[in-house]
């Protein structure tokens, strides 16, 4: 093997490794503020009831508390919402006209939207239908948060069809790499020991292996970790991906030594 192809099947992978996990950085943090920005919404629509106090049930509280996916619970008075609007939006003239004791309360039942579902909400809205009485009112936005969480699941699912095929370039790019390494190293070695060389070959593939990929894919991984933890706060590290993409550049490694060696 000649000194230009030594250098290009070690300095190839290492090109590779840092465009490949730089992009992937890239478009990770994209689909992550995607993803971060659904949650927000989510988060920022509670479900809102209007219902009078006689017709509460005070169980409903611990009967919802028992669910993951509320975030938080709470009741504020027709006083505190009359001084809430008058507070807000500066309508002094509501006093005298409207009749405070006559005003429903309002329950407010905000989302945890990491644990957010379609299905969860409407089991929500149920418990909370058959604990109030007739008289209450809900707020429903069922459609709103229906098209919402089905954008979500469309972005779900580009993002795992994105790691999907990340993995299989990874895969493919290391197997083709290293497989084409031992071709052409395969006169080498043939020669080598010939003359008597007591050398290790799959040894010796390894540490190019770590040299051309596994070093390369660590360092670089390890800074785009530091630079994510320091400067990046809002995205965050996804370990298993990163321990999904060192499996299969291993894989691949070995699968095309394992491969090489049937067709030797």
Known sequence: MNN??????????????IIFLSIFTITE??????????????????????FYEDDYDIQLKEVLSKHE????????SGEEVFHDLITNYS????????????????????????????GKYD?????VTENIGDKSFIVDISNELHN????????LFLYRIHVILKSLILFIFVFLSDKNYLYLTKEYWRIY???GGVRNRYLNYVKYFLLRFFVPFILWGLLIFIVTANYLTELEFNCKIWLLFTGLIITANQIAWLTFKDED
């Open 4 to 17: 230009k192809n030594i250098l290009l099947n070690i300095f190839a992978p290492i090109v590779f490794v």
């Open 29 to 50: 943090n994209a689909l992550y503020e995607s993803y971060n920005y659904w949650v927000e919404d989510i988060e920022s629509k509670p479900l809102i009831v209007f």
């Open 148 to 155: 919402s969480y089905y954008e979500f699941k469309v972005r």
């Open 91 to 118: 309508l002094d003239e509501l006093h005298g006209i409207v009749d405070i004791s006559q005003l429903p309360s309002v329950l407010k039942i905000g989302f945890d939207g990491n644990n957010f579902s379609t």
């Open 123 to 127: 089991k929500v809205k149920i418990l």
């Open 193 to 195: 020991y010939k003359a």
């Open 69 to 76: 996916v509320i975030s938080f619970f709470k009741i504020e």
